[in-house]
């Protein structure tokens, strides 16, 4: 399957009822959606249901005034409220279903699913992006604790600093990613570019 990428263009779209956009986004998330409920639900109907209600709630919020504010996160805002809707498919269906040996439901397959991962691709791309706009040393230092997950003791060693002084460090260089963070992710800056 082939992703696509959204933009305000794409939102606009179809939140103005274009005929193409609103097929396009119907077969496009009907088939994502599909794949990830497949292994969650075991009835057809129940899929049809849970893909319904979340098409439903999203455009919900793609109508309200200021619903969307990163078109670009269309995909993962889907992905969402599906979620949310299949944790209140659960429980509802858990009311109802008797839990005997003859009458247990299955259990759901823990795996990550399509959207989970495309999510996760692009999380990961803002994250190294912005640790490369970091200094050298806070950017090791990140790496080392939070992406390699060293033990502390040795990252003290490489660092040259005490326990109580990595803390600092640490703390300082969280800091400086979270500032490059909200700069380039709340007011919008794309990543690539050098603003």
């Known amino acids: 399957m082939q992703f696509h990428s959204f933009d305000a263009k794409y939102v606009e779209n179809l939140c103005a009822g274009d005929h193409s956009t609103q097929e396009h986004f119907a077969a496009y998330f009907t088939a994502l959606l599909k794949l990830k409920l497949r292994s969650r639900l075991h009835s057809p109907h129940a899929i049809d249901d849970v893909c319904q209600e979340t098409f439903a709630r999203v455009f919900d919020v793609l109508r309200k005034e200021g619903g969307l504010r990163r078109p670009e996160s269309l995909g993962a805002f889907v992905n969402n409220v599906c979620n949310h809707v299949l944790m209140e498919q659960?429980?509802?269906?858990?009311?109802?279903?008797?839990?005997?040996?003859?009458?247990?439901?299955?259990?759901?397959?823990?795996?990550?699913?399509?959207?989970?991962?495309?999510?996760?691709?692009?999380?990961?791309?803002?994250v190294r992006t912005i640790l490369l706009r970091l200094s050298e040393r806070d950017r090791s230092l990140l790496k080392a604790v939070f992406l390699d997950e060293r033990d502390r003791d040795e990252v003290c060693r490489q660092f040259g600093v005490e326990r109580e002084y990595l803390r600092v460090l640490l703390h300082r260089a969280k800091q400086e990613f979270k500032v490059e963070y909200v700069k380039h992710v709340d007011n919008r800056i794309p990543l690539g570019s050098d603003a």
Do not use: F, H
């Open 90 to 126: 659960y429980r509802s269906s858990n009311r109802s279903e008797s839990l005997d040996a003859d009458g247990a439901p299955e259990p759901v397959a823990s795996g990550a699913d399509v959207l989970d991962i495309v999510s996760a691709r692009q999380i990961k791309q803002k």
